[in-house]
């Protein structure tokens, strides 16, 4: 277990820390760093847009999230760099992070950060309608389910923000978790277990219970309840024929997040005639050094599918 969790780490900085084959200069782009896309518990949201000197009008948001951790040093331009290149803004958002924070609260703040993108379309000069969603290992998890589970906002929420829909037109990422109940071969539970028992923190699910003025967090035990959590926090659950055009990118040799966990979700897309795709790398693990260079199929797939009507 110490491999794998050597192996996610060194996921995690090839993704985060920027990979060979990325580069891009300075001034061919904007950062805009912290901007607040919401609040919750007293602490501040944010994500840093970077804006290219020739933007296309597409936006691309980058779920900065590894294990479901999340922090800001974790952003670096040369993950995004080729998208910047072709002209796509992007939003590296910076999600409540774990240990604090469990999946079923991350999930949340990813559907307010896009809500707060879309709300904010004309400030970014971004077209509502051509929003695609990347990420890595959690973050590619992350990314599936606004594909698969992004929905059209409460009309009645008294934040306007949350009357926005949170869908994308879009998603391409890299190895992410698509199914805790069935995670490498069927029946096989992770959620916190098996292969990532050493990741219990996201999967720390809790109830806040009303007792006083500002109640409780009370722990879930209850087997039953657990599992229905895991299974609605599993895109492979949510897919249906109206979700966006999804390409995954994943290793053979993976032994944190089984290549079975794209193929799954693959096939039941490609059932449900939603356009998908999945890009072997032979003999790769959890991350490759090179991984910078496939950030050009991830350009491809937008470039296909948020390209102006």
């Known amino acids: 277990m110490k491999r ?25 782009f904007a950062r805009q760093t912290d901007v ?8 501040a949201l944010t994500m840093d847009v970077f804006t290219p000197k020739d933007a296309n009008g597409a936006a691309v948001i980058w779920v900065v999230s590894g294990g479901w951790f999340s922090s800001h040093d974790s952003i670096n331009p040369g993950y995004p760099a080729e998208l910047l290149k072709r002209g796509y803004t992007v939003f590296a958002v910076v999600h409540g992070s774990q240990p604090k924070f469990t999946i079923p609260e991350i999930l949340q703040d990813m559907h307010r950060s896009i809500r707060f993108i879309r709300a904010h379309a004309v400030d970014y000069k971004i077209d509502p309608n051509r929003i695609g969603i990347t990420g890595a290992s959690a973050g590619g998890h ?33 190895f992410p978790p698509t199914d805790f109940l069935n995670y490498g071969k069927p029946g096989e539970n992770a959620i916190g277990r098996c292969v990532l028992k050493d ?17 409780l967090f009370v722990p879930v035990t209850d087997e039953a309840k657990i599992v229905e959590i895991g299974k609605q926090i599993s895109p492979i659950t949510h897919a249906t ?46 991350g490759w050094p090179d991984l910078g260079k496939d950030m050009t199929k991830i350009a491809d797939w937008f470039d296909k599918h948020l390209a102006k009507p």
Request: hydrophobic share 50%.
């Open 4 to 28: 794998l969790l050597s192996a996610f780490l060194v996921g995690l900085l090839v993704v985060m820390l920027g990979q060979e084959g990325t580069a891009i200069a300075a001034d061919d």
């Open 36 to 43: 607040i896309y919401g609040r919750k518990h007293g602490v």
């Open 142 to 174: 992350l990314s599936l389910m606004q594909g698969v589970a992004g929905d059209a906002g409460d009309p009645k929420a008294k934040d306007p923000i949350d009357q926005v829909s949170s869908r994308v037109q879009a998603v391409a990422c890299f």
């Open 199 to 215: 990741f219990p923190a996201p999967f720390a699910f809790a109830d806040l219970e009303k007792r006083g003025y500002a109640g």
């Open 241 to 286: 024929a109206d979700d966006p055009p999804s390409l995954i990118i994943h290793g053979d040799k993976d032994l944190l997040v089984p290549i079975q966990q794209a193929e799954i979700l693959i096939d039941k897309l490609k059932a449900a005639k939603v356009p998908a795709e999945l890009v072997v790398k032979e003999g790769a693990a959890h």
